[in-house]
């Protein structure tokens, strides 16, 4: 099945986990402490509204920053646009849009990815598209694994329910230290002289 296609059937937990899981491996883009949304996953654990959490969270980060680049800008967007209301009319095109909204990310720090990003705002690249509808073949490799785990992440949800959250939230983690470790490459990179 497609990621596409595992949006599409995923309920009202596996979309809040999914759209929740891409945020949360993003963070480190945005310098957010890893725990921070912590609140948010323990609310999807035992069924409680999260609204507040959401709010605290978006406070917690404070403002956009002039300075932020194109990823970030995107991670903030992610966490702007959580419904306070969980239902899965409302987070499907939220859990959606993190989905893409994460992929690019990923394709904008790989490495092995063209130097021509879609303009902000704009179409997504079409490997994201295709990625997403199940053909992975164009992908880049950072690209790709991100795709992998938000596959996981809905199927955890969608064979396991409530129980499968501890695995999703282990899934998220490790894509969180891979993105923490590829930022802090970059900026070594950027750093040295004549880069």
């Known amino acids: 099945m497609s990621l596409v296609e595992q949006i599409a059937q995923a309920d009202e937990r596996g979309l809040a986990a999914g759209g929740l899981a891409c945020l949360d491996r993003c963070l480190p883009l945005l310098g957010g402490d890893d725990e ?21 969270a978006h406070e917690a980060l404070g403002p956009a920053d002039p300075a932020d680049d194109e990823a970030a800008r995107l991670v903030r967007r992610m966490l702007a646009s959580a419904p306070a209301e969980r239902t ?64 996981v992440v809905l199927e955890l949800l969608a064979g396991h329910g409530a129980q499968g959250l501890r695995r999703a939230l282990e899934v998220s983690v490790e894509g969180r230290r891979v993105l923490r470790a590829v930022v802090s490459r970059r900026a070594r990179s950027a750093a040295e002289p004549g880069a």
């Not at 948010?40 to 605290?56: I, K, P, Q, T, V």
Request: with cysteine; hydrophobic share 45%; charged share 25%.
């Open 36 to 56: 921070l949304l912590r609140p948010l996953w323990a609310r999807l654990a035992d069924g409680s509204d999260w609204a507040g959490d959401l709010f605290r």
């Open 88 to 151: 899965a009319d409302a987070l499907r095109p939220w859990a959606d849009a993190c989905s893409v909204a994460s992929l690019r990310i990923h394709r904008l720090l790989d490495p092995a990815a063209d130097d021509a990003p879609a303009p902000e705002g704009g179409p997504h690249p079409a490997d994201l598209d295709a990625g997403r509808a199940g053909d992975t073949a164009d992908l880049p490799p950072l690209v790709a694994a991100e795709l992998r785990r938000q596959s």
